[in-house]
Every structure is written in structure tokens, then in C-alpha cells.
């Protein structure tokens, strides 16, 4: 089993940037590959980014594409997420997971708790 404490969220303006923390405990967090997904109230989750295992391999949705960037720390086992210019529609509940190299959430077997990113205007 792996289990994922997410931390790093907030508030921020407009513009502003946050990085979103992962960290993993457990066995094979370093063969998972790390998938970023959000919710906004009332809509359906979301595909944000995903970081390949080891191929270095990583995907954006093209909302968040050249302002959010994904890394992750093997000694630290954590993953991060650096969201720069944060834009009002980024607000939601921030997911992290682990699994298959993927856009889908249907291919992650581990979830975080989530964290709140609100952005005002």
C-alpha cells in the first residue's frame, strides 16, 4: 500500500504561485507514476499534470500548460506540483495520485486527501 498527505495549499491572488506538496509512505512510490488532479464545486474531476516514474516524461492539460510545472523528490519520497500565475478558474480541491502514467483517473490507485488552492481576483 502507499498512502499520499497532501499539503500546500491556500489563498493567492491573481498571479501569484503556490507549490503543491505529495508525500508517500509505503512501498513502490518510485515506480508510481504521480498524477495531479482538481475539482472545482459542482464540476467533475479533472486531469492537471502527470510525471512518468523514471522516463522523466511528463504531460499537462492545456489549461495549466506553461504555468504548471511537476517534479518529484525520490530521497524525499514527494512529489510537488509549482503552480505559477495562478488564474481564478484554477480554484478547486488539488488531488494527488499514483499509478499508471496517465490522464485518466481511472488508472491511479492511490489518492490524496486533497487540498484546497482558491485564487481571487
Known amino acids: 500500500q502507499v498512502q499520499l498527505v497532501e499539503s500546500g495549499g491556500g489563498l493567492v491572488q491573481a498571479g501569484g504561485s503556490l507549490r503543491l506538496s505529495c508525500a508517500a509512505s509505503g512501498r513502490s512510490f518510485s515506480r508510481l507514476a504521480m498524477g495531479w488532479f482538481r475539482q472545482a464545486p459542482g464540476k467533475e474531476r479533472e486531469f492537471v499534470a502527470a510525471?512518468?516514474?523514471?522516463?522523466?516524461?511528463?504531460n499537462y492539460a492545456d489549461s495549466v500548460q506553461g504555468r504548471f510545472t511537476t517534479s518529484r523528490d525520490e530521497a524525499k519520497n514527494t512529489a510537488y506540483l509549482q503552480m505559477n500565475s495562478l488564474k481564478p478558474d484554477d480554484t478547486a480541491v488539488y488531488y494527488c495520485?499514483?499509478?499508471?502514467?496517465?490522464?485518466?483517473?481511472?488508472?491511479?490507485?492511490?489518492w490524496g486527501q486533497g487540498t484546497q488552492v482558491t485564487v481571487s481576483s
Open positions: 495520485a499514483g499509478g499508471l502514467y496517465s490522464i485518466s483517473q481511472d488508472d491511479y490507485d492511490y
Open positions: 510525471l512518468h516514474w523514471n522516463l522523466g516524461s511528463a
